[in-house]
């Protein structure tokens, strides 16, 4: 049985599938489906973490895990929301020990708080970043919201 | 912290690393029993700038991460944008971004051994190892007109056309005879196989955990390899080996760079026989809304790409991962339990990038004094070659 399929029989209810390409596939799932999906694709399939990566879109940061399956020739991506304003995801790193930089790095970057994660030090911001500065954001939450008050 | 450990920080600028990175090692005697590290000394925000940047200026910005592997970026950010309209590329390109990405591993490699051979003591290896260099980055100056930063890529295609094939294929005959006896003086080397076997063991299933990518993770027995797992550009119309060694040691992680040299030599030879003339560019107008992942086999392993467009000219995303990325974490794995004089060359032995700049420093952290200098940790590196040298050879 093929990798999609695999996953379509375990998560098929969870997790809205998008083949892309042969060679890339979309899941999205809630954040709290992401732990069990993310620990199927890398223990029981043998997926490989590649990375993962954020978006600041105006529901929340979406953030997707990248798994590639070298004997597929296939990329999945795993893709869940982050909602604003507390921008809570539950870790994928006691599941899959390599997602603890990334992790920390949307940490960083985001300020989306893993749940679950061993240590979200600061990995690459010098240590006098100011507080609740995100640099990968679209923009701060306070401006959006004198966007939103205007165009009301 | 124990009393009886002593941290020793090494960083932000290692003595073999071209990034500054901030190792701690905190010791027992000899021993290392603990260790973090801290980077982001170099970041330089290119993700948020590559956003203010259209999609051509883009692959300019990306080449300049890295001095090194400089085309390996542009390689995965062209094919993430590629990627995310089916753009198709004529197949002269694919062979021209073939030749370029190979012949940058070629460099990039004989660079590591060079530098991994100076930090043994072994200054010859080093001086071999350059000069050998030297011939590869001439043929990127006769294919681009640069040693560095070649700005090869478009999407879509190349912007240079290679035209002198008999005379690349003599000075690639060149590259591969030096590699072949480099090889043969590394490997052979009784005191460099006693120094660097069982040193530093990444065991196979770390490897899997920590998801290390290229020869990091084919040196701990993981047949993994973008180039023959997901084949692009012309890597699925040449023949070449993906080397796969067991140990996980630096000894197999040395090897397997040099062996990939006489590969990629290899690689380049069948690209520029088999190459048709045609078109090298798409030319493509729009690239359209949709997201795309690429990925590059570049010599430190995978980089991979993510670009999210939105039918505008400029990306609205792009992530950047690189293969340090996922290589620098596993030394926690390797160091501990391993010796003073070893740990800088297991940092190392990931080949995270490398620098001149020399400035590493063993302190004892309540009196701030200053107990090994950076030289002196080299030197004490080297010392141990030497004892071993004596030893071996009676």
């Not at chain 1, 798994?67 to 604003?84: C, G, I, P, Q």
């Not at chain 1, 690459?124 to 923009?139: A, H, S």
């Not at chain 2, 480099?182 to 040193?199: E, H, S, T």
């Not at chain 2, 420093?361 to 030197?379: D, H, N, Y």
Request: proline share 5%; charged share 25%.
């Amino acid at each position: 049985m093929s990798v999609i399929e695999q996953i379509k029989t375990r998560f098929g209810g969870k997790a809205a599938v998008q083949e892309r390409s042969p060679r890339r596939v979309y899941l999205t799932v809630q954040k709290q489906d992401v732990t069990a999906l993310g620990e199927f694709l890398f223990r029981e399939l043998g997926g490989r973490f590649s990375t993962a990566s954020g978006v600041d879109t105006r529901p929340g940061v979406e953030v997707l895990y990248h798994f590639a399956f070298d004997r597929d020739n296939l990329v999945v991506s795993v893709r869940t929301l982050a909602e604003k304003p507390e921008l809570e995801l539950p870790s994928l790193t006691p599941a899959v020990p390599a997602a603890e930089w990334v992790e920390r790095e949307i940490h960083e970057m985001f300020g989306v708080n893993f749940a679950g994660h061993p240590n979200l030090a600061t990995l690459l911001l010098p240590d006098d970043w100011p507080d609740g500065v995100y640099p990968l954001r679209k923009k701060t939450f306070e401006s959006e919201q004198e966007l939103t008050a205007r165009e009301n | 912290m124990d009393k009886k450990e002593t941290l020793i920080p090494i960083g932000p600028y290692h003595p073999l690393l071209e990034e500054p990175e901030f190792f701690k090692f905190y010791v027992e005697g000899e021993k290392v029993v603990d260790a973090e590290v801290r980077i982001g000394y170099n970041h330089r925000g290119i993700e948020k700038l590559s956003e203010a940047k259209t999609f051509d200026q883009a692959t300019f910005t990306v080449e300049r991460i890295c001095g090194i592997c400089s085309t390996s970026h542009p390689f995965a950010y062209v094919r993430a944008v590629e990627d995310i309209s089916g753009i198709a590329v004529p197949e002269r390109a694919e062979y021209i971004r073939t030749i370029i990405g190979d012949l940058e591993r070629i460099h990039s490699h004989l660079l590591w051994v060079g530098l991994a051979g100076h930090f043994l003591g072994y200054n010859t290896v080093f001086m071999w190892a350059w000069k050998y260099r030297e011939p590869v980055l001439d043929i990127f100056e006769a294919i681009s007109g640069n040693r560095n930063h070649y700005g090869m890529f478009k999407v879509g295609g190349v912007r240079r056309d290679i035209n002198d094939i008999a005379g690349l294929l003599k000075a690639i005959d060149d590259v591969e005879s030096f590699c072949n006896m480099l090889l043969k003086a590394v490997i052979d080397d009784p005191v460099i196989k006693a120094r660097l076997k069982n040193v530093g063991v990444l065991k196979k299933e770390d490897a899997i955990a920590m998801g290390v990518v290229g020869p990091v993770a084919r040196a701990s027995g993981l047949a993994i390899d973008v180039r023959k797992d997901h084949p692009y550009a012309a890597y699925d119309r040449v023949k070449f080996e993906t080397i796969v060694m067991e140990g996980g040691d630096i000894f197999n992680k040395t090897a397997i760079r040099l062996l990939e040299c006489v590969e990629s030599a290899k690689i380049i030879r069948q690209c520029l026989k088999q190459m048709r003339p045609g078109p090298i560019d798409a030319a493509v107008r729009e690239v359209g809304a949709g997201e795309g992942i690429g990925q590059h086999e570049a010599p430190r392993g995978e980089v991979i790409h993510y670009v999210k467009a939105n039918g505008s000219n400029y990306p609205e995303r792009h992530k950047i991962r690189a293969p340090s990325f996922m290589n620098v974490p596993s030394f926690k794995r390797t160091v501990i339990g391993e010796s003073l004089a070893d740990a800088a060359l297991i940092t190392a032995a990931v080949d995270p990038c490398y620098c001149c700049t020399e400035r590493m420093a063993a302190v004892e952290p309540e009196t701030g004094r200053v107990i090994l200098t950076g030289q002196e940790l080299v030197r004490l590196s080297q010392e141990k070659t030497e004892q071993m040298k004596v030893k071996l050879r009676g």
